[in-house]
């Protein structure tokens, strides 16, 4: 039997890409879609490109209080929108939301799938990590919990894709003639994104994560996301390597490889790819993670925890080889 699934903020680029996944999952039935300006479009209009069988469905607008009857809804609504609308939605309809207005919020469940799968069963209210975090914790997660790294000492510096930022509205700032051939640092000191690292790495490692430092880069690039995080620990490549290879040894999605990882080799993927340099004469370790923000970044990881969320193998509709080139 298909399980029914919903999608509010289809026309965006999280929403699109879960569009993309749920169109080709042997279990999941899209029979809802919804926005807010693209409301009353046929999603053929939309997507020229959809499959047959969804180019009947309009996209409606988004009111909780009207929705068909569901299974699971995929939200993917600019951060700072969800909360009160998806408080009304029905009990008996479970959630996972893809932005940024649920993590670590009592009711829901934080889903760092790689990690901590086992807490994601049962939950009804998932929220997806955001796209920086699900790519840093995976990378540190193997470090910190065998205590090679010191949780309070972490300096991450990321690169990711202009699909980042969302299509936008009218004001976007991320046109074509900005973000060509051009390099940006932004969000320094206070990225949304820090409580979320702060809280995830102190539970990880029982310490405090007090001087974590991120600065996230805009590159011109569609898709990707990489970060590079510096971190201190007596420790050695081959050690973090294998504690990396040990916890990932049974987990379907996360890649430990001994080259330092590229944004191409996850594309249009739920891979995530993790890798160490140490010198553990200067007590260095360099970390690095790279996974597809709009894939494990967003709408590949929702997929992943609505599996878990419906008693699904954990890699349905996700098996598909990353783009290359
Ligand atoms: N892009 C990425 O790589 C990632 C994004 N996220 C998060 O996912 C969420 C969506 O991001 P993204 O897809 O990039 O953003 P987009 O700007 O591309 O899309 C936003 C979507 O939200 C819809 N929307 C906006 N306001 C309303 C409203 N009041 N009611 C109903 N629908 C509304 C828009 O619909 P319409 O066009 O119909 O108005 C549009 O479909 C954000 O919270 C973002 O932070 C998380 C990880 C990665
Ligand atoms: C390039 C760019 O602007 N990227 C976004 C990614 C954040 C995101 O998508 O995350 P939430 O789900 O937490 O809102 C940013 O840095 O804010």
């Given at each position: 039997m298909s399980i029914r699934v919903g999608i509010v903020g289809i026309s965006g680029f999280g929403g699109g890409e879960a569009l993309r996944l749920i169109a080709n999952h042997p279990s999941f039935e899209l029979v809802y879609a919804a926005g807010e300006g693209s409301a009353g479009t046929p999603l053929i209009n939309r997507y020229?490109?959809?499959?047959h069988k969804l180019a009947g469905l309009v996209i409606e607008k988004w009111d909780p209080e009207s929705l068909p009857d569901l299974d699971v809804l995929f939200a993917s609504l600019p951060?700072?929108?969800s909360a009160e609308a998806l408080a009304r939605v029905p009990d008996s309809v479970k959630i996972i939301d893809i932005g940024g207005d649920h993590r670590h919020v009592d009711g829901w469940t934080y889903g760092l799938a790689d990690v901590w799968p086992e807490q994601i069963k049962g939950a009804t209210r998932v929220a997806n990590p955001g796209c920086f975090p699900v790519a840093t914790l995976n990378t540190l997660a193997p470090l910190l919990t065998a205590k090679l790294i010191e949780p309070g000492n972490i300096v991450i510096d990321a690169k990711t894709g202009i699909s980042g930022a969302g299509r936008g509205g009218g004001n976007s700032k991320f046109g074509y003639a900005e973000t060509n051939e051009n390099l940006q640092p932004y969000g320094l000191l206070r990225h949304v994104h820090m409580p979320e690292m702060e809280k995830t790495i102190e539970k990880m490692s029982g310490g405090s994560a007090a001087g974590l430092v991120f600065t996230p880069h805009l590159v011109p690039m569609t898709r990707g996301l990489l970060v590079t995080i510096y971190c201190r620990g007596r420790t050695t490549t081959e050690q973090c390597l294998d504690a990396a290879r040990s916890c990932y040894?049974?987990?379907?999605f996360v890649r430990v490889t001994d080259q330092p990882p590229q944004?191409?080799?996850?594309?249009?993927?739920?891979l995530s790819l993790v890798s160490y340099a140490a010198d553990p004469e200067r007590e260095l370790v360099i970390a690095m993670g790279v996974v597809d923000n709009l894939g494990k970044g967003a709408a590949g990881h929702a997929v992943q925890n609505a599996n878990l969320i419906c008693g699904l193998s954990e890699t349905t509709g996700l098996e598909g080889a990353p783009v290359w080139p």
């Open positions: 020229p490109g959809v499959p951060t700072g929108t040894a049974d987990r379907p944004t191409k080799w996850v594309s249009g993927s739920n």
